[in-house]
């Protein structure tokens, strides 16, 4: 199953709404996890399940989707949220998107 | 405190062998699914190997017939074996806990901080 990120890379400022998007190549149902990774940092889960907030992680952080299509949002970006997010597949076997790297406007 | 630490990695020439070491504290290798997971320099995450708490083994196509998984229930830790090494599998190497959530399905929910890997000559 290949997984298909939206944009690689993308600008924005504090306070802004962020969306990323993530397409499989076929249905996953549910099976979708987001990963937050900062540079020289091991991944971070944020979000299982397509839309289940992994403990400890702020509100502003939310998942949807099923099938094939599936979002992350960023309410209101803040300073620490400045990372590289990873979308990953756990239907059949895993799979990772490539990436979407969220910079400083 | 629910920790795992990755060792063993180094420069290797191509063609040469190197063990892959997970020491977990505060879960418990063989009541889990455990994943290695790797990232070349630059790049993005790759999924290797899953080790599930029943013994079934899956590898990625990129690494199978060379890598080889195993745990040592005793000693609390994963492996992975790396034979054949390639210039191609050059990364730092994670290993992760994967919680799972429906059927054999989970998510990577403990990292290690990762050892990395160089295969040059």
């Known amino acids: 199953i290949q997984m298909t990120q939206s944009p690689s890379s993308l600008s924005a400022s504090v306070g802004d709404r962020v969306t990323v998007s993530c397409r499989a190549s076929?249905?996953?149902?549910?099976?979708l996890n987001w990963y937050q990774q900062k540079p020289g940092k091991a991944p971070k889960l944020l979000i299982y399940?397509?839309?289940s907030l992994q403990s400890g992680v702020p509100s502003r952080f939310s998942g949807s989707g099923s099938g094939t299509e599936f979002t992350l949002t960023i309410s209101s970006l803040q300073p620490e949220d400045f990372a590289t997010y990873y979308c990953?597949?756990?239907?059949?076997?895993?799979?990772f998107g490539q990436g979407t790297k969220v910079e400083i406007k | 405190e629910v920790q795992l630490v990755e060792s063993g990695g180094d420069l290797i020439q191509p063609g040469g062998s190197l063990r892959l070491s997970c020491s977990a504290s505060?879960?418990?290798?063989?009541?889990?699914?455990m994943s290695w997971v790797r990232q070349a320099p630059g790049k993005g995450l790759e999924w290797v190997s899953i080790?599930?708490?029943?013994?079934?083994?899956y590898y990625a196509d990129s690494v199978k017939g060379r890598f080889t998984i195993s745990r040592d229930n005793a000693k609390n830790t994963l492996f992975l074996q790396m034979d054949d090494l390639r210039a191609e599998d050059t990364a730092v190497y994670y290993c992760?806990?994967?919680?799972?959530?429906?059927?054999?399905?989970?998510?990577?929910?403990?990292w290690g901080q990762g050892t990395k890997v160089t295969v040059s000559s």
């Open positions: 992760a806990r994967d919680r799972i959530y429906g059927g054999n399905s989970g998510a990577l929910d403990i």
């Open positions: 505060g879960v418990i290798v063989s009541s889990n699914y």
């Open positions: 080790l599930y708490s029943g013994g079934t083994i």
């Open positions: 076929q249905s996953i149902f549910t099976y």
């Open positions: 399940a397509a839309s």
């Open positions: 990953q597949q756990s239907y059949i076997m895993w799979t």
